[in-house]
């Protein structure tokens, strides 16, 4: 007997040939964030048929759910702790123990137990996992208790998201289970890759890397400027450190007379960054479909990355999405950060933008100036070879899915739970 009895499997199976593998997505959070990750994961699933793709959200405040995600299955488990006014009190000490305590040992076991309900009443061939935080606990659980096929998503250094305390008392052995019984993994980056080999020993080589960006339309050619004037920089941003260095470069260059600004959009409040310098104006949200107008009347997409000892790791492995928007829009990529950082080994391997590997602000100015017309019009024209031959989201959505599906044709059997 199961562990769920009341839930029957259908009398009649259809045949091998016939049936459908379908999978399940399990993710941290309720994809209604605008940043990079819920772009993949949107650009993903809109290709998947409807009936073959189930969607779990866990780290929901409510079950309100994406209105892309209209027509997929879907099932949202939220708990009070998730909500913003609850937030504040659970991320202060002592009582950020009390959210890992109801986070790991109440809400992920539980979870998992309706998870289990779903596999068996939908006939799930495959669960493909968002790897953060209190997913890899659910991940184990199901992998332990139905023996189910995993496929592991990891975008970033698990460690890197998560407390000491956390990875000590509950994540540490479920995160090194999953990445060493998973059927299958995506890293976002080859050096992410590595990294994962060097310090948590994953030694499988049937793994795949998944950089893809936001579906949008061909895009026109842009008009390049002969004059530096205007830089764009979207998004979050990862090299908080990097940015204040390049403030004051622009603020340099507007006390020698020259016009260069900086605008900043994004969902994340960045104002701080307009009352500190001139030149630098802090533009908040816009959609994905007014961004990509808006990149094409500027002149350079910003991209830094951390300079910080503490933001090495980030920096040797991301590999920001808002460089595929660029690559899109054909507006030549700057790419500011350590000469190691992933930002700038893209760049100068594809010849797609220019490169500032100082984080000093005399230096990055001396930088900026030395970037001539002839410059971004060659990368211009480079991003757009470069994204239809090698990053084209349709092409790579196809191919991961693909892969996806290869994963989920197996022998697991639901009605074995």
Same mark, same amino acid.
């Given at each position: 007997?199961?562990?769920?009895?009341?839930?029957?499997?259908?009398?009649?199976?259809?045949?091998?040939?016939?049936?459908?593998?379908?999978?399940?997505?399990?993710?941290?959070?309720?994809?209604?964030?605008?940043?990079?990750? &819920?772009? &993949?994961?949107?650009?993903?699933?809109?290709?998947?048929?409807?009936?073959?793709?189930? #969607?779990?959200? %866990?780290?929901?405040?409510? %079950?309100?759910?994406?209105?892309?995600?209209?027509?997929?299955?879907?099932?949202?488990?939220?708990?009070?702790?998730?909500?913003?006014? #609850?937030?504040?009190?659970?991320?202060?000490?002592?009582?950020?123990?009390?959210?890992?305590?109801?986070?790991?040992?109440?809400?992920?076991?539980?979870?998992?137990?309706?998870?289990?309900?779903?596999?068996?009443?939908?006939?799930?061939?495959?669960?493909?996992?968002?790897?953060?935080?209190?997913?890899?606990?659910?991940?184990?659980?199901?992998?332990?208790? &139905?023996?189910?096929?995993?496929?592991?998503?990891?975008?970033?250094?698990?460690?890197?998201?998560?407390?000491?305390?956390?990875?000590?008392?509950?994540? *540490?052995?479920?995160?090194?289970?999953?990445?060493?019984?998973?059927?299958?993994?995506?890293?976002?980056?080859?050096?992410?890759?590595?990294?994962?080999?060097?310090?948590?020993?994953?030694?499988?080589?049937?793994?795949?890397?998944?950089?893809?960006?936001?579906?949008?339309?061909?895009?026109?050619?842009?008009?390049?400027?002969?004059?530096?004037?205007?830089?764009?920089?979207?998004?979050?941003?990862?090299?908080?450190?990097?940015?204040?260095?390049?403030?004051?470069?622009?603020?340099?260059?507007?006390?020698?007379?020259?016009?260069?600004?900086?605008?900043?959009?994004?969902?994340?409040?960045?104002?701080?960054?307009?009352?500190?310098?001139?030149?630098?104006?802090?533009?908040? *949200?816009?959609?994905?479909?007014?961004? *990509?107008?808006?990149?094409?009347?500027?002149?350079?997409?910003?991209?830094?990355?951390?300079?910080? *000892?503490?933001?090495?790791?980030?920096?040797? %492995?991301?590999?920001?999405?808002?460089?595929?928007?660029?690559?899109?829009?054909?507006?030549?990529?700057?790419?500011?950060?350590?000469?190691?950082?992933?930002?700038?080994?893209?760049?100068?391997?594809?010849?797609?933008?220019?490169?500032?590997? &100082?984080?000093?602000?005399?230096?990055?100015?001396?930088?900026?100036?030395?970037?001539?017309?002839?410059?971004?019009?060659?990368?211009?024209?480079?991003?757009?070879?470069?994204?239809?031959?090698?990053?084209?989201?349709?092409?790579?959505?196809?191919?991961?899915?693909?892969?996806?599906?290869?994963?989920?044709?197996?022998?697991?059997?639901?009605?074995?739970?």
């Amino acid at each position: 007997m199961g562990l769920f009895p009341t839930i029957l499997c259908p009398k009649e199976r259809v045949s091998s040939e016939n049936q459908m593998n379908r999978i399940l997505l399990l993710t941290y959070h309720p994809l209604l964030a605008i940043n990079g990750g &819920t772009f &993949t994961y949107k650009a993903i699933i809109e290709q998947f048929r409807r009936e073959e793709l189930i #969607w779990v959200g %866990t780290g929901a405040a409510s %079950t309100k759910s994406p209105e892309w995600m209209s027509g997929y299955k879907t099932y949202i488990f939220p708990l009070f702790i998730f909500r913003t006014n #609850w937030l504040r009190i659970f991320t202060k000490p002592p009582f950020y123990l009390v959210h890992y305590l109801l986070l790991y040992l109440y809400y992920a076991p539980n979870v998992c137990l309706k998870i289990i309900k779903i596999i068996r009443s939908e006939e799930v061939s495959l669960v493909w996992i968002e790897g953060v935080k209190q997913t890899f606990i659910i991940g184990r659980m199901l992998s332990k208790l &139905t023996k189910i096929p995993i496929h592991l998503s990891l975008n970033d250094d698990y460690s890197a998201q998560t407390t000491a305390i956390e990875r000590f008392f509950f994540l *540490k052995t479920p995160f090194q289970y999953l990445l060493n019984n998973s059927k299958s993994i995506d890293f976002i980056s080859e050096g992410m890759a590595e990294y994962y080999k060097d310090r948590y020993g994953y030694s499988k080589s049937n793994y795949k890397i998944i950089w893809i960006g936001n579906k949008i339309e061909r895009l026109p050619e842009p008009v390049i400027n002969r004059e530096l004037r205007r830089i764009i920089l979207f998004g979050n941003i990862h090299g908080i450190d990097a940015v204040h260095s390049f403030c004051k470069a622009i603020q340099l260059l507007r006390n020698q007379g020259r016009s260069i600004c900086l605008d900043i959009y994004s969902g994340a409040n960045y104002s701080f960054l307009e009352n500190q310098y001139k030149n630098v104006g802090y533009k908040g *949200k816009v959609s994905v479909s007014e961004l *990509k107008s808006i990149i094409q009347k500027y002149d350079l997409v910003y991209v830094p990355l951390f300079f910080s *000892k503490k933001g090495r790791v980030v920096a040797t %492995t991301s590999l920001p999405s808002k460089m595929i928007l660029a690559l899109q829009c054909q507006i030549p990529i700057l790419a500011h950060g350590p000469c190691y950082a992933s930002n700038i080994q893209f760049v100068k391997k594809h010849s797609v933008g220019s490169c500032i590997t &100082t984080n000093i602000p005399k230096e990055i100015a001396e930088e900026l100036i030395k970037i001539g017309y002839g410059d971004r019009l060659s990368s211009s024209n480079n991003e757009r070879i470069i994204y239809f031959e090698e990053y084209d989201t349709e092409k790579r959505v196809r191919e991961f899915i693909e892969y996806l599906r290869i994963s989920a044709v197996n022998d697991w059997d639901p009605c074995r739970i």
